[in-house]
Nanobody, 124 residues
């Protein structure tokens, strides 16, 4: 079992920045891919970014490329999502997820473990 706890959400004006954190426990993550997903009201949960813990390889959704950065801290067993140049359309609940794989999957059905989510609201 992997337990995931997100933090760092909040209210920010358009153009601002936030950093989300996802603290993981219960397993050594060297064989895992960690992902960030988001879900806006009335919409399906969508992929944002993923990172392969073993080598730091990353993948991003087109909508956030160049604005968001995913990273991990081995010592803290924590994954981060640095979000810059935020837009109102980035408003959503952001979820951290984990899957024991080497592939940077972008679909929700692959990931076995999920956090509770953290709300990000971007005002115009």
């Amino acid at each position: 079992q992997v337990q995931l706890v997100e933090s760092g959400g909040g209210l920010v004006q358009a153009g601002g920045s936030l950093r989300l954190s996802c603290a993981a426990s219960g397993r050594t993550l060297s064989s895992y891919v960690m992902g960030w997903f988001r879900q806006a009201p009335g919409k399906e949960r969508e992929f944002v970014a993923a990172i392969r813990w073993s080598d730091g390889s990353t993948r991003y959704a087109d909508s956030v490329t160049g604005r968001f950065t995913i990273s991990r801290d081995n010592a803290k067993n924590t994954v981060y999502l640095q979000m810059n140049s935020l837009k109102p359309e980035d408003t959503a609940v952001y979820y951290c997820a984990a899957d024991r794989t080497i592939f940077l999957f972008t679909t929700t059905d692959v990931y076995d473990y999920w956090g509770q989510g953290t709300q990000v609201t971007v005002s115009s």
